[in-house]
Every structure is written in C-alpha cells, then in structure tokens.
C-alpha cells in the first residue's frame, strides 16, 4: 500500500542523473541492497542492483537476481481466480466456504470471492492470529487453515469496512487449488508466468524453500550487523509468495498497462482496477489486489509489499507509460517513497501539481498527545505530532494501533485514506477540534461509520496495581486456540498467551478503567502486537477482555474463575 505520509524530496538533479544520486549511498559491497528497474514508452530506461544479495558469500544484486516481491503478488493471484471465473468454473460472489467447506457459515452476506479479493470480507488473517497467540515461531503445515476455520466471528460484517487480510488472499490461492485440480505454483506458472515468458517468476511459500538466483533477506541488528529475515509463515501461497526479476515485473507491467491482452480478459482486467464501494458508500481505491490512485495530479496503478527483511514497489503511470519496479531485500530504504522520487525526476514539470503536504499540527494544536476511545466499538485514536522535511509538524493519527501516521486535509476534514493505513479509511469530524482545549468527544468515521469518541483523561487512569485484583487470573481464547494468565510484575501488568506453537508477553497499561493499551514485550512483534484491550464486566466482576488492533478485532479472552478450569 502507498505511503506517502513523507512528501518526496525534488532533487536538484533531475532525470536519470537524479536517480542515480538517490541510489548512490547504496552501492556498497558490504551490506544488503535493493534492485530497480525503470521504463519508459516500452523502453528499458533503467535497471541495476545495490548491495549484496548473499552476504555470506559476497555475491553482488545484479539486474537478473530474483528476489521476493511480498505483497505486490496480490493482483496475481486475484487474475488466477478471474481466469477460472473466465473458464466457467466459479463466481467472483460464490460465498468462499462453497469451494473450501471446512471454514465457518458466516451467512448469506459472505466472506464471497470478491471481498476476499478487495479485503471487504472481515475474515480475521491467519498470521496476525498466530503472532498473538503463539509470537514470531514457525507455523505448522495447516496451522494457518484451522486457526482460520474456528473463528468464532469475523472482523466486521462482509461488506461494510475495508481491513488489509493476508489470510484472505492465503484463502483465495486454495480455491485456485480446489477449483482448478492444480497447486498454486502449477497454475500461475502455467496460465500467467510462461504465456508471458516470466520465466525467472514462480509461487515460493516458504523462505526455507531453496531457488536458483534467489537474494537472501537481511535485518540490521542494533548493535550492528545483519540476521537473516525470515518469515514464520509456510503457506503464504495467494499473499506474498511471489519471486521475480526486475525484468520480469517491467515485462509485466507493459503488459498490465497495455491495451491487447494475452492473459486476461479485457473484462477482467477492468474488474481489477475497479474501486471498491463499501455498504456506507465509500468509496476505496483498493481493487482485485491493485491500488488506483492520484499522485501529483496524474493516475498510477500500484502495490507494495513488505516482508520480514525485504520490501517492494510496483507503480505505473499509465499516462506517460512510465513503469518503476523496486525490490529491496535490506537496505535502509522505503520503496514507496523512492519510486515516487523516481517519478518525480523523471517527469518533473509534465506532473500537473506539486507533491502533497500533510495536515499542518497548528490547526489542531489541542488534540496533540490526546486518546479518544469508542465505547461502542472499543477503537482507540491516538493524535501526535511529527516534524517533517521542512521542519513543520504535522499531525499524525493512531488508529487502532497503528503507528502515527500524518493526516490529509480532505474536502471534509482530516482523514487517513485506505493506502495510508491498509485500513478504513478514517475520517475526523473537525466540529469543536480546532479550540485551545481538548474536546471531551469527537466523531470518527471508520469505512464510514461514524462512532462517538470520548477522551481518555491520563490524570484519572489507575495505576497497574490499583486494576489488579480485578484482572490477575487465568483466561482461556479460544479463537487463538490459546490459554493466558495476567499477573503483576513489580508495577507493570503483563499478559502471557500461551498457544499452541509458542507464547506471547503482553505489556498492560491501564488507560481508564475499562481500556488498556496492549503492547507486545518483544519489539519484534509491535508491528503485529499493538493494540488496545476493553474489559469486559458483568455484575461488577471482571469477565474477561476483548482485544483489538488494526487487523485483528474483538478477541475475546473469557476469564477462568478457578484455577482447576484453568488447568
């Protein structure tokens, strides 16, 4: 997903001389890098690889390594179903369990195909639920499935709000299998990658799995030096198993952009760039795994993907017939942003407005370092403030866990699109922000539902130890298939979920009586463990806790009485 939340820098250099200056700190021989590939009117503009891709061995990024493309793999794996829908062999609106009976009746309203496909199904992801109950371990063969088919309810209604799933797409790569009578690697390999001659691309579930070529995944440890990255998950078939080349991804991206088909139907591929409309009426630039959206005036197609030790970018302009592919496997770079410095070099003055600027924090200087809670749905917004390139704050919204991310002035307020956060979008009612003094409630919208905040005052929140003969005890998840305990440690409260390949420790800080910020001990896992906790109460007794975060909503931890039930 596009993050744009830092505005490109226009270099002083302009062209593939200002390129090649971005790229230039990276041209080392003694670290991880990145490879681009860039072109123009259907020619190669542009392609070299930075840094190492074996650091063991020394061995160069070149132009023909492969390297994972992460979650840029999506839109394959929607054509691979718009194929069969083609063939005859099923509906893009048949309900998802008709082809995978094993997953839970949810209803008539779905999770269908299509919002498995535009992430409007609600279906919780199978790799948030194992990283909460069992941390960064390595899943078991089928893990993923079972943990997916005993969910007790889903995120939201099908159709009603927009949450990024892995999961679903993992799900849609096995109705490729079960409708198609091939594995996923067989059947995009055969009805996509060779038709097209993606010769050097194919499906790679598992970073254990061994490929000719392939770059090594590397994170940079704090006390310098790398560790390998590698990703838990062994079925990320359908979500981000794809390698590739950045020969291959530019072959593919004419190919996308180009008006004769060879894989895909005219049809199809309108389907594929279609925004999504949820049942509030909003609208989401999100299609059948491709972004469409404005940048600087002019439509690009796009997306990215991250994975533990690498990250990638694939945008096109369709306009100027500029095609920019980015893959990182551990340099310090954000491919995002880079490819929209690549754009800005490239066509400079032919882009009709200038890069665009995020909410400025002095309009809504209250708000800075508030908490907002939803009593009804149990969401928690955090406001911050963060200086940006040109030395102006702006201000930066937290959404359900997810990390201050800068504010855009839209037509009816502040709001965070669906690319921004691979969720929502989120809009703020600015009716009484913009005073000296924190409003004691606020209207946000999520998806466009509209749901009434109120602020959480730190002066009155109780401390750890003043919560804890409420909430130490055991509790059992069964949607984690885990058991947990919160105990006090000293004046933190600490959650330990126990599950059935591994443990997690949460950290416990009371907000208010009722909310607590969740946040995993190991920092590791914040990008997957932050979150927010409301206690559930009946007749003055502590019940248990439902928790959420930005993926993952309303876990319900059901409190044991006794430790013989616990046990």
């Not at 794996?77 to 369990?97: C, F, H, P, Q, Y």
């Not at 390139?389 to 702006?394: P, Q």
């Amino acid at each position: 997903m596009v993050d744009t939340a830092t505005p490109a820098a226009v270099p002083a250099l302009t062209g593939l001389a200002a390129i090649e200056a971005l790229l230039a700190p990276h041209k080392r021989s003694d670290a991880p890098g990145l490879i681009v590939g860039i072109a123009q009117n259907g020619k190669t503009l542009f392609r070299r690889g930075y840094g190492l891709a074996n650091l063991e061995h020394g061995v160069a990024n070149g132009p023909h390594t492969r390297m994972r493309i992460a979650s840029t793999s999506k839109h394959f794996t929607s054509l691979a179903i718009l194929l069969l829908a083609e063939d005859g062999k099923l509906s893009l609106d048949d309900l998802a369990r008709q082809h995978l009976p094993e997953l839970p009746d949810f209803g008539p309203k779905g999770p269908t195909l299509r919002q498995l496909m535009h992430h409007t199904a609600g279906m919780r992801s199978d790799a948030e639920l194992s990283v909460l109950a069992n941390g960064l371990t390595n899943q078991r063969k089928g893990a993923g499935m079972a943990l997916m088919a005993q969910q007790s309810e889903l995120n939201f209604e099908p159709g009603s709000q927009f949450i990024y799933s892995n999961g679903g797409y993992r799900l849609l790569a096995m109705v490729v299998e079960a409708v198609s009578g091939q594995s996923f690697e067989a059947f995009t390999t055969e009805r996509i990658f060779q038709p097209l001659g993606m010769l050097d691309t194919e499906a790679v579930a598992s970073d254990f799995e061994v490929r000719s070529g392939l770059a090594g995944l590397y994170q940079a440890l704090p006390g310098g030096g790398w560790q390998h990255g590698m990703y838990v998950m062994n079925e990320t078939h359908g979500s981000g198993s794809l390698i590739s080349t950045a020969d291959d991804m530019l072959r593919w991206l004419a190919h996308m952009r180009s008006s004769r088909k060879i894989v895909g139907s005219p049809a199809s591929w309108a389907l594929m760039v279609e925004p999504t409309v949820l049942s509030s009426g909003t609208v989401i630039g999100y299609g059948l795994g491709l972004m469409s959206e404005p940048y600087r005036g002019v439509q690009t197609l796009h997306h990215s993907g991250g994975w533990i030790g690498g990250s990638s970018q694939m945008i096109t302009v369709p306009a100027h017939e500029l095609d920019i592919i980015v893959m990182v496997n551990g340099a310090p770079v954000q491919p995002v942003l880079l490819a929209m410095q690549i754009i800005d070099a490239l066509l400079g003055d032919q882009l009709p407005e200038p890069p665009e600027q995020r909410l400025d924090a002095s309009r809504y200087p209250a708000l800075v370092g508030q908490r907002y809670h939803s009593p009804a749905t149990g969401a928690v917004a955090e406001f911050a403030e963060v200086t940006g390139r040109l030395g102006v704050a702006k201000l930066c919204l937290g959404w359900i866990g997810h990390p201050p991310t800068p504010l855009r002035d839209g037509p009816n307020g502040p709001w965070l699109p669906g690319q921004d956060i691979a969720a929502g979008p989120v809009e703020l009612d600015p009716s009484g922000c913009d005073g000296k003094t924190a409003p004691a409630r606020i209207t946000v919208a999520d998806g466009g539902h509209p749901q009434l905040m109120h602020r959480l005052v730190p002066e009155e929140a109780p401390t750890a130890a003043d919560l804890a003969p409420q909430l130490v005890g055991a509790y059992r998840a069964p949607d984690l298939r885990a058991t947990a305990r919160i105990v006090l440690k000293g004046d933190v409260l600490l959650l330990q979920v126990q599950g059935p390949d591994g443990h997690v420790d949460m950290l416990l800080k009371p907000l208010s009586t009722e909310v607590l910020s969740c946040t995993a001990a190991d920092p590791m896992l914040a990008i997957y463990g932050a979150g927010w906790a409301n206690i559930e109460r009946s007749g003055g007794q502590v019940i248990g806790l439902r928790m959420d975060n930005l993926r993952t909503r309303h876990i319900r931890l059901f409190r044991l009485l006794t430790e013989e039930t616990a046990a």
